[in-house]
């Protein structure tokens, strides 16, 4: 293959990575003017893994520049812990009987509905 293809796919694979990277913003933007406070959903850390990552495969394939490969190289690391963080949040909360809203498990009231929350399961023996 000639030199002009691999240029033009690793420009591709760049602004392809700088594009995901970017409309990460744009999925916080909408999900905290929808719920009207600040939100950060899992997509924008998954987007924030994806374009680091063909932005990573850039720089090492095609920029090879050791300042761009090391500012992505572990760029990761706090994506993954904020998906994990996520993941426990919101397996942690119950769900309203009634409503169905997702309350904290600190919780003794529904928030949306005022519907009293289950108690927590007791582990004591019989």
């Known amino acids: 293959m000639s030199a002009d293809f691999w240029k033009i796919f690793w420009n591709v694979i760049g602004w392809t990575g ?13 999900a ?23 932005l990573l495969l850039y720089a090492v394939f095609y920029d090879k ?4 490969i090391f500012s992505y190289a572990f760029s990761w690391i706090p994506y993954i812990r904020n998906l994990i963080i996520h993941h426990r949040h919101k397996e942690a909360h119950l769900d ?6 997702s309350c904290p498990p600190q919780a003794k009231f529904c928030s949306e509905c005022g519907t009293r929350l289950a108690a927590e399961k007791s582990n004591a023996g019989p």
């Open 32 to 54: 905290t003017e929808k719920k009207k406070q600040v939100v950060v959903p899992s997509v924008f850390w998954w987007l924030s893994i994806i374009g680091s990552l063909l």
């Open 65 to 68: 520049h050791y300042v761009v």
């Open 18 to 30: 700088q594009l995901v990277f970017f409309s990460r913003f744009f999925v916080q933007w909408y």
């Open 96 to 101: 309203c009987p009634t409503c169905g809203a």
